[in-house]
């Protein structure tokens, strides 16, 4: 198929793009390069189609476009909480626009990444995909809003499908060092403390990076009414885990290191165990091959491989809020977190 790949040069985006090639598909790749340069190790080499901010994308950019993989957006709470306003007009009105766009322009299927943070505070009953949101921050209720309005848009010639996927670990080439797993071991790697920065008992259900990309390629090429309008959670049922657990695991793959709890760290409101049998069930080529403790070690491998050090885990190379920060500190970006025509 020929498909557009938006947030294609992200965290997810990059690993989605080479499974799309692998598989034989034809990607038009766009990404507004915001983390151009935030790579842990060498900068990836595969130039993109278009750098483009996702709220420039016009029709004629979508002309004999089959499919669209929709992952542009603001990726996670702290930074969504940067401007609320902004973080809607990102994630929610740019993602519905996007789509009426590719609706007029003949794309069958639009797969949009939505997120398992909707569920938000919910404790610790086991959600399927019927479950009620709850969400506790800007990011979280982005999503929610796309799902609700692309849903509206589903008909015969037209299939939105929302895959909330858990929350991400594992090695990538444009690594992010502010997803739980990836935080505490790099705490552990470069401190030899596994810092925990609330009071550990939230539960976060977990996809290791490679899976969630391909639960994209899955569902792309699944029939359509195995997908239309339908929405799916992304990960295993094994891997539900609360944060001390995780802290755990990573205590373990690092020698000597030991369980630190950050000053000041209280109970998280994001708190949600997520049941994925519908995804196994309705998906078959859905398989996710990596556990935890695999995609730590594989990680930890990375970090000695490439000299991780504390500056890089705070510092806007692998912290997706303190890149931004630093773009708004050199004037580069606007206060809508667009490129300034200079820049």
Request: with cysteine; hydrophobic share 45%; glycine share 10%.
């Amino acid at each position: 198929m020929r498909v557009l790949l938006t947030g294609a040069d992200g965290y997810v985006g990059r690993v989605l793009w080479r499974q799309l090639r692998e598989r034989g598909h034809t990607v038009l790749a766009l990404d507004s390069s915001l983390f151009a340069g935030c790579a842990l190790g060498p900068e990836p080499a595969e130039p993109l189609d278009l750098r483009l901010d996702v709220r420039s994308i016009e029709r004629r950019h979508l002309e004999g476009i089959e499919a669209v993989l929709h992952l542009a957006g603001i990726s996670n709470d702290p930074l969504g909480d940067l401007d609320p306003a902004v973080t809607f007009v990102i994630n929610h009105e740019a993602s519905v626009r996007l789509a009426r766009l590719a609706k007029e322009a003949g794309v069958t299927r639009f797969v949009f990444a939505s997120s398992c943070s909707a569920y938000g505070a919910a404790g610790d009953a086991i959600l399927d995909e019927t479950a009620p949101f709850n969400p506790v921050t800007a990011y979280a209720e982005s999503k929610i809003r796309v799902e609700r309005d692309l849903a509206a848009l589903a008909d015969d010639r037209f299939s939105p499908v929302f895959l909330r996927s858990a929350t991400a670990y594992g090695w990538a080439p444009r690594l992010r060092g502010d997803l739980v797993v990836n935080n505490l071991l790099g705490w552990a790697f470069t401190t030899g403390k596994v810092l925990i920065k609330s009071d550990g008992t939230p539960w976060r259900p977990l996809v290791h990076v490679e899976d969630m990309a391909a639960a994209f390629v899955a569902v792309l090429e699944a029939p359509r009414e195995a997908v239309h309008g339908e929405a799916f959670n992304v990960g295993r049922d094994r891997d539900n885990w609360r944060v001390r657990d995780l802290a755990e695991m990573v205590a373990a793959a690092v020698p000597g290191a030991e369980i630190a709890y950050a000053p000041g760290g209280g109970p998280d409101k994001r708190n949600y165990r997520v049941s994925f049998a519908k995804i196994g069930e309705r998906v078959p080529g859905f398989r996710p091959r990596w556990t935890v403790e695999e995609g730590i070690r594989d990680l930890a491998a990375a970090y000695e491989r490439y000299g991780l050090t504390l500056a890089d885990l705070e510092g806007g190379r692998l912290i997706r809020l303190a890149r931004i920060k630093e773009l708004l500190a050199q004037g580069r970006l606007g206060p809508d977190l667009a490129w300034k025509r200079a820049a």
